[in-house]
């Protein structure tokens, strides 16, 4: 089996936490995270944040346009500085 670490884990925190993951694929995250705090934090925090939204009734949330904004931001240079590109 493969052996994950955090970032692994992270990127394949999706399809784990959706249970479309192959068996392969959840036994190495689970492995991972019986000795990793820091990313059974984040999956915890992920799974919770996914179960409020759905409990919350709303089919679409709005965000306020500055925090929109904000985040669309965020979301270009995280992505820009992970593809090298300013």
């Excluded at 970032?7 to 959706?18: E, G, P």
């Excluded at 500055?66 to 593809?83: D, G």
């Amino acid at each position: 089996m493969k052996s994950f670490d955090c970032d692994s884990v992270l990127n394949q925190l999706s399809d784990f936490i959706d249970e479309d993951a192959r068996e392969e694929l959840c036994q190495a995250i689970l492995e991972h995270l019986s000795r990793c705090p820091d990313c059974r934090v984040k999956v915890d925090t992920v799974r919770k944040t996914i179960v409020l939204y759905q409990g919350s009734g709303h089919d679409k949330t709005e965000l306020p346009m500055r925090a929109s904004a904000q985040l669309t931001e965020a979301l270009h240079r995280e992505y820009a500085a992970k593809q090298g590109v300013d």
